[in-house]
């Protein structure tokens, strides 16, 4: 939006968007907070690049690479094009390629053929390495492992199931290693680890599952054996934590419940020459050795034992070796936990425990007793700092504590030396996937300055090198943003109400007249971003009411005049911090009519003048503390019909005049306990129509003149006991349209003009028993739109009223998937809708009757959905909610109105606002073409806040804006 101050002559013009082109109203929520990382950024490096899997919101999760610039970030390919995600996962370096699963051209967003592929960076160079089940099906390569340059996954095929794999980047080398388990069953490998050249890994050792053992392979048949059944028999040795130390492999293991338990063991490849290290907790239960950590000459552990709880441990590979390192929280208490990683910094064991006084904390161990202390108390006292995600970067220590203060911080190992970096960026949020590359640190961060959303970026991915001018975001690479949400559109004279969050303040209240700069927020009713939830707006005689929730008065009663000051609470039903949760809300005459709950009693029929004292309850239907749950309000000549249950679930049409007296049961139309299905209500001649079930006619159509004796059923549809389900009933003009099954034909298109002689099949759209179930009916003139359902699947179609002239209006998704058209809304003699088809998904469509005329507006391109709702009427302005590519869903509007062309005359004076003084004698306005002719007597004055579409100024010609005025011109 432009704003002009005019006060010297000018010529100029503003170019016309093209009319009814949808454009955002108003980008509310402004600010990013999708980001690009979900979950594991999978950050992997290649020399000086770094791999990562990320989405910038518009080609879905993807492989890109960083050299630590936004310029140097990008992505490499777009494996699965278009939104859908590839998903690469197991990222792994193998002599300098890259190599990954991922869901190539076959597979939908939710990757259904996952593969083997490579990458060297470039995007011709990023490509699948072999499709090991081909045409669509998914191998599912998992557990990618780097061993001396060969790499190994295991992955799944129809005949083999999941066995060990091997890969030299090539087709013909991507090779089954071993069938361990013969035919269609999985072997599963798992915990796939290069031990000094030979791949380590977990599987069966006979041929259950269950019986998960150690074996190794060198990559060939032959070559891939048990190493040794530890726990014999068909129970698991349940190993973890392989790692390669001192020329074995070092691993948790269970021996057997009745044996040892889980504790320390090692292996050379040999089954005598695999062992447990030592019985640490002498027992059938184990020490459950975890976190294996190599420093210098030892092998760092947490473990357990009866005398000292979980402490920290160290060994050389011998049982007199292995040994308590320090008891931090003396006794059986917890001292540390395998919840928290350890990390070698230097040479230097850090790790995070709790002495049981200062809480979980960062401590540091030279693997002596006096050498493993304390490094820092971040949080003072029990509650501790609960570093995470230790990290070591050039000899540096980086953590994220998750307790207040949040945040990234680095260590050198003193206490002085621990510090928080750049908290005046990383000020609200998390951290997570922290990576060492080199001499820097890649982190992702979803957070934002406090009361600066316009600082947020979601999830996305920085550097650090160890300074805070150094610890900056490398790229937005998602600048979307998740949008307001905004809905519930009410329109109140030439204003719309709605509901939208801002980030700021929440879901509250906003304004619109359909500019940007008319568009606001009406009140912040709760202070702050929790908002106030304000929804069921509507419109009772110029006053909008609302239901909106505040600490102090829980869920309530409100009205606004389209003031923030006149916004207020009508009443506080359920006083105190209770909900009365008013609903069903319904203007009759003037006056609101709703159910709510008052503290300790039940939902039942309340009424509202707008004041405190006029907000009370009509009657207690169901006495005591049940429920009657008044809805479906309609009036009919000044009686508001309802349903109501005055005991269980006898739910049955009552009316009301507003006074308890009043308030009566039309008719117990089935009689009994059960409920008779009222539904469908609408008025004809001044007589109730609606569906309903006496128990003996089955579901037909009814009206009711208000009496119980003039309360009948009107047409016995489907005769007998069989019954007619008539729905959709909707009064037009002097007849009903509904849709009902006779017997006959299935739910057909019926007519009434209110006599049972008179109410029949108008036309049966889809032949045979199914029936077309119309249903949605809204008329625009003579002509009354409605949705069926035939061979072309549910449609959008009119009638005039008769069989001739009722009509597909068009197959919006061809064949026989349904476009399921909603949401009619009429503006400037137009019907507006959503509905979906098979170019552009569910959008906003439009339709002057024709198939010609029935158009798409395809908000948000492509196959990807703008999901449009909350369509409302202001003026010539259709207004909807919808989903953009990149701000989120926000409100939109659609100008209908013929722009008009306006001519200054100056026949009276210069006061734009004098109506004499334009040819037409109408004053212009928002979608007016304004042009200011030279030679005129005078020239125009604007005195207050004025906006047209384009304004020209012909030569010699001037436009003053007086002092507090504001010209403005729409784009």
Known sequence: MKSFFLSVSLIFAVKLLPAQTPAVLKDIYNYTTIGSITGAANYTQIGSTIFFTATDCVTGFELWKTDGTAAGTVLVKDILPGSGSSSPASLVNVNGILYFSAAGAYSNTFGNDTELWKSDGTEAGTVLVKAILAGGASSGPLHLTNVNGTLFFSASTTASGRELWKSNGTDAGTVQVKEILAGSASSSPASLTNVNGLLYFVAPATTTVANMELWKSDGTDAGTVLVKDINPGNATSSISGLTYFNGSAYFSANNGSTVNGQELWKSNGTDAGTVMVKDINPGTIGSIPSTFT??????????????????????????????????????????????????????????????????????????????????KDIVAGFVGSTPSMLTAVNGTLYFFTNSSPTGLWKSDGTNAGTLPLNTTALENGNISNLFGAGSRLYFTYNGYKAAVPSTATGPETWISDGTDAGTVLIKDVCTSTTGSGAGSFTTIGNSSYFVADNGLNGAELWKTDGTEAGTQLLKDIVPGSAGSSASALINVNGTLFFSASTPATGTELWKSDGTEAGTVLVKDIAAGTSASTPLNFYNANGILYFSASVTGASRELWKSDGTAAGTVQVKDIAAGTGSSLPADFIDVNGTVFFTAAATGSDRELWKTDGTEAGTVLVKDIRVGAASSALSSFTHLNGMLFFSANDGLSGQELWRSDGTTAGTTVFKDISPGSGSGFPSGITAIGTSLYFGAFDGTVGSELWKSDGTPAGTAVLKDLNTGAQGSAPNGFFAIGNTIYFTASTSAGRELWKTDGSAAGTLLVKDIYPGINPSSPEFFTEVNGTLFFRATDDVNGLELFKTDGTSAGTVVYDLEPGITFSHPQSLAKLNTTLLLGAFHPTKGFEPWKLETAVVSSFNWTGAINTAWENAGNWAGNVVPGATSVVVIPSGRPRYPLISNNTTVKSITCQTGTSVNVAAGAQLTVLP
């Open 294 to 375: 190599i420093v210098g000459s030892s092998l760092f552990f947490m473990a357990t034992n009866t005398t000292n709880g979980f402490e920290l441990w160290k060994t050389d590979g011998t049982d007199a070796g292995t040994v308590l390192v320090k008891d931090i929280n003396p006794g059986t208490a917890l001292g540390v936990t395998s919840s928290y990683n350890m990390v070698n910094v230097a040479g230097t064991l850090y790790f995070v425990a709790t002495d049981g006084t200062t809480g979980f904390e960062l401590w540091k161990s030279n693997g002596t007793n006096a050498g493993t202390v304390q490094v």
